[in-house]
Structures are given as C-alpha cells and as structure tokens.
C-alpha cells in the first residue's frame, strides 16, 4: 500500500514539472524571447577534402605585411548554418595565414570579442557565413569604431544575412541578403566586373564557372557607394535562365568600399567547402583580405 501511494505521488510530481515546464517554454514564445540556439561545432573536414584545400593554398602573398597582421575570424550563426562552408573557410584562412605569413588567425564564435580592448590587438574581422547575429549595441559600436577607425571587414558568403535591424551595420557590409534563386546544386557563369583590377588578378582576366549557392542582395545594396569586382554572367544560358527578383539585373557577387579610414572586402562565394578547394578563388580572398588590412592597394572608388 505504501508504495502504491509513492508511486502515485512521484507521478503527480512528475506531470507538475512537465506542466511548468511547459508553462515556462509558452511564456518565453509570448514574451518573443526565443530559446538560443543549440551550441554549434564545426565540422571536420575529411581527409581527401583537406588534402583539397591544402593544396589550393597560394604559395606566396601579393604584398608583403607592413607589420605583424593578427587577423580575427567570427562564425557565429544564430539563423541557417553553414557548417561545410565555415570548416572549409576557416581552415583554409588559417592556412593561407600559416603559408604565406600574411596573417595570423584567431578562430572565435562567442560575442564576448567584441569589445574595443580585444578589437584594437587585430587588423581584421572576418565574419565567416555568420547569420542571423545578436550583438548588443555596445559589440555593434564596438565593430562599427573598429572599421571606421582604419582597420578591416571582410564578409564570406552569409556575412550579409545580419544586421536586418542594425542600418548602420548593414550599410557597411554593403547589402542584405534577398534569396539565392542560383542554388547551391548548381554551376553558375561569373564575369569580371573590370578585368584589369588589381583585386581579380587570381583569375587571370577570365570569367569563370563554380558550383555554389549565390545570392541576391536589396537595400542598401547599391553601386554608388562600392567598387564591384565580380557578377553573375547572366549570358550564360544556365546563370541566365534563372529569374532573379532584381529589375535592373544587378547580381554583384563580389565588391570592396571604403568605409571611414577603413576598408570592406565582400564575397558572396563560399556557401560550401568546395569552393575552397579552388585555387583561384583562395588566392582572391588572400588578395581582398590583404586589401581589408591595408597592405594591398586597390582602387575602391564607385564606378557605375
């Protein structure tokens, strides 16, 4: 009898915590305060994939370091996450870094780096298929005196999936991100915007195909304010049989901008590892992110 009543009892308490648990989870959904996000971990990248990217490294950088470089890369995702395109992006700046001794990488995903103290020890920022990110406005200020200060952005492929709700930010990444109809399945046509620029060296004065996932950009997307490096080629028939939601047909996928005393360096190419594992387009994001430090002249002004 006695344990009869036990049980009864521990399986009341039982319901009543699953009941206030419940009640909690409805009260943080009411209130808009959404559960944060599982703690993500990059995944490893295969052997035979590792091999790939290693072996596309650029042997030698294209201006030397005015100075030691320290270089700090940020892949935190709060939205979609990009788990190929991060471990193939992180590892192969770390190596590009290593190789060419352009830079040293720091590797983080946690908010707590972006405070002007651990800022000022850095030349760059990258932010690596960041989505959907949550900074305070004191990390927002933080990042914003950093660049305009005289130091360096530079944004792969998703770092344009933020700061909907942060004017300031999105204008200094350059564009919002409004889709990607050219889906990651497929292999599309890129055009050099100006083929005698000294950031688009790397592909030797020829447009060229990649299997990726590209997006399209709205407000404050716009070429008034930033030097376009690379399109879509939308002559070719399979890049240009896709209906894009732009009317002008602008589909940049690659741009540089001044922002203050510093520079923005943007690249929409890197949805997967893959895409790390060409030659070509490592040895263009070496070269933008020489030009988001400072130690590599390119031209960055406006050109319609």
């Not at 206030?20 to 295969?46: D, F, K, R, T, Y």
């Not at 949550?134 to 005289?150: T, Y």
């Not at 060296?201 to 709205?218: H, M, N, S, V």
């Amino acid at each position: 009898m006695r344990n009869m009543l036990w049980q009864r009892l521990w399986t009341g308490m039982i319901v009543l915590a699953a009941a206030v648990a419940v009640s909690c989870v409805n009260s943080a959904a009411i209130q808009g305060q959404a559960a944060q996000p599982a703690a993500q971990e990059v995944p490893q990248l295969s052997p035979a994939d590792l091999e790939k990217i290693e072996a596309a490294i650029p042997a030698k950088a294209a201006a030397a370091p005015k100075q030691p470089r320290r270089v700090l890369v940020f892949w935190r995702c709060e939205g979609f996450f990009h788990g190929s395109g991060i471990a193939g992006g992180n590892k192969a700046l770390e190596l590009m870094g290593q190789k060419t001794g352009a830079f040293q990488v720091d590797i983080a995903r946690d908010y707590d780096v972006f405070t002007p103290a651990n800022l000022a020890k850095y030349d760059a920022v990258v932010l690596n298929n960041t989505t959907g990110l949550k900074m305070s406005a004191e990390q927002q200020q933080a990042l914003l005196d950093f660049v305009r200060g005289g130091k360096g952005l530079v944004g792969i492929h998703a770092a344009t999936d933020n700061f909907y709700n942060w004017p300031e930010g999105a204008g200094m990444m350059g564009g919002l991100f409004a889709g990607h109809p050219w889906g990651g399945g497929g292999t599309w046509a890129f055009k050099l915007d100006e083929p005698d620029h000294s950031l688009v060296r790397a592909f030797g004065g020829q447009g060229f195909k990649l299997q990726d996932e590209i997006y399209q950009f709205k407000d404050p997307y716009t070429r008034a304010d930033r030097r376009v490096l690379l399109s879509l080629d939308l002559a070719d028939k399979a890049t240009g049989d896709v209906k894009g939601g732009r009317a002008d047909n602008d589909y940049a996928v690659s741009w540089i901008k001044n922002v203050g005393q510093g520079r923005l360096f943007y690249c929409s190419l890197g949805h997967a590892q893959n895409v790390f594992q060409n030659a070509a387009v490592n040895q263009f994001y070496l070269d933008g992110i020489q030009f988001a430090i400072g130690d590599l002249a390119a031209d960055a002004t406006p050109k319609k």
